[in-house]
């Protein structure tokens, strides 16, 4: 099988190797459509321990049943149409236990601990499976892992009530989350980025207010839209030590900044501005199969806009598809490679 391969640091190459071996409650899944994310952009960017090469990266990922391998004894039959959460809990720890399988002590991530889709073929656990439904084309299939994301953010933060949401960062991830909130909340959208590109591109995923912070600030706009108290909720999807200061600068007392991007690890931070007006930060990270199906209801419906900002490649132009994104230049946001 062909397949996109990280062989080491600043590395990539398409290359030829067999195809996997399902290992008990696997089925081996031809793979119809894997996202790049921005994860991966930044792992590859900056030499992240956690996806250190020889690898074989990509989590976003649909497709179909090639071999039932160690599953034959399921329902499931060759040629069924299926998509993937990113995440292979254990099911047994404490936190599986709990209904938190997606922080799961023992979690494999495609592409990071186990073998990833950017891939002709990939082994999946069949816990790990949802279905996909009929006539949704695989480029929006495989939309599901980063949408989950953001019908995840909607979960964390519903107790708020939001009726205005700032979302930093107006890549996939970003563009996801607006159109998740709006979607499930009915909020209104305000979005920021560095690019006019992306700036166009919020908008029409439905931002009602976009902001270039080369000539407006966000803060002050944010409480300015909102008679001065600040939004109710704000997602950082760039993940700077900056835009965590600005998103809990821009949420209002008692509301909530949630932190998805990963650029910057270390950062200072004024408690203050925690403590005193009860703000709430939360980590995110992945998805639970019920955000996923949530994300696959909404594309399903034909709720979410994706075809104005995605790319799809073959396999043999996927190291092209990721520098490209790497550069992000003009309109290159989000590829999709198709094997």
């Known amino acids: 099988m062909k397949a996109l391969l990280y062989p080491a640091w600043d590395t990539l190459e398409v290359v030829d190797m067999p195809p996997p071996e399902p290992g008990p409650g696997e089925v081996m899944v031809r793979v119809a459509a894997c996202g790049i994310c921005g994860s991966e952009l930044e792992g590859f960017r900056h030499h992240s321990p956690r996806r250190p090469p020889p690898l074989v990266m990509g989590h976003e990922f649909c497709g179909t049943i090639a071999d039932l391998g160690g599953a034959s004894g399921t329902s499931l039959k060759i040629g069924a149409r299926v998509v993937a959460n990113a995440l292979v809990p254990c099911g047994t720890c404490n936190r599986c236990r709990a209904g938190r399988p997606h922080l799961c002590a023992k979690r494999q991530i495609f592409g990071m601990n186990r073998p990833g889709a950017f891939a002709e073929y990939v082994n999946v656990p069949v816990s790990a499976l949802l279905d996909w439904p009929a006539n949704m084309p695989a480029e929006a299939a495989c939309l599901a892992e980063p949408l989950g994301n953001g019908a995840h953010m909607v979960g964390l933060t519903r107790h ?49 207010r976009v902001i270039n912070p080369r000539t407006e600030d966000v803060v002050t706009i944010a409480r300015e839209l909102t008679g001065g108290e600040g939004v109710d909720v704000v997602v950082d999807a760039v993940g700077l030590a900056l835009t965590k200061r600005q998103s809990l600068n821009a949420a209002r007392p008692g509301g909530a900044a ?11 931070v004024d408690s203050y501005d925690v403590t005193l007006p009860e703000r709430t930060v939360h980590g995110t990270y992945a998805a639970k199969l019920e955000d996923m199906q949530t994300a696959l209801d909404l594309l399903a419906a034909g709720k979410i806009e994706y075809e104005s900002w995605i790319e799809r490649f073959p396999i043999t132009r996927a190291d092209e598809a990721f520098r490209r994104m790497l550069a992000a230049e003009g309109r290159d946001i989000k590829a999709i490679i198709q094997p």
């Open 160 to 208: 708020l009530e939001p009726s205005t949401v700032l979302v930093i960062g107006a890549g996939p991830i970003g563009l996801l989350a607006m159109q998740a909130f709006s979607a499930l909340t009915g909020a209104t959208i305000l979005a920021a980025d560095l690019s006019p590109e992306r700036l166009q591109a919020a908008q029409r995923c439905g931002a009602e």
């Open 258 to 268: 949630v932190w998805i991007g990963l650029t910057d690890n270390a950062m200072t």
